[in-house]
């Protein structure tokens, strides 16, 4: 059975830091796409950030380029997101999820894409 489960959430002044992480169980991690995504109250959960299984492509949502930096180590099979420069608009939960893929360098950005799911951890920016 899989298991995605993130920690790191909390609250934060705008302008500070935070890093999350997601730790996997369950599956071969090294033969997964990953991504995080997060949904603030009363919106559509979005793409944030999403790595491919060798780690060597990696996109970023324009709203966070520049801020955050996705990574992950597949020794360890977890996942990390370092946010820095948190604005108000980026409090939301923040979900890791997971999709298989055979090919080494894709990143899949679309929620519907995505095979695996954690229950997500929130993050409150105040201003």
């Known amino acids: 059975q899989v298991h995605l489960v993130e920690s790191g959430g909390g609250s934060v002044q705008a302008g500070g830091s935070l890093r999350l992480s997601c730790a996997a169980s369950?599956?071969?991690?090294?033969?997964?796409?990953m991504g995080w995504f997060r949904q603030a109250p009363g919106k559509e959960r979005e793409f944030v950030s999403g790595?491919?299984?060798?780690?060597?492509?990696?996109i970023r949502a324009d709203s966070v380029k520049g801020r955050f930096l996705i990574s992950r180590d597949n020794a360890k099979n977890t996942l990390h997101l370092q946010m820095n420069s948190l604005k108000p608009e980026d409090t939301a939960v923040y979900y890791c999820?997971?999709?298989?893929?055979?090919?080494?360098?894709?990143?899949?950005?679309?929620?519907?894409?995505?095979?695996?799911w954690g229950k997500g951890t929130l993050v409150t920016v105040s201003s």
């Open positions: 999820a997971a999709a298989a893929d055979s090919n080494y360098g894709v990143v899949r950005t679309r929620a519907r894409d995505m095979e695996y």
């Open positions: 369950g599956l071969t991690f090294s033969s997964y796409g």
């Open positions: 790595i491919s299984r060798s780690g060597a492509t990696i």
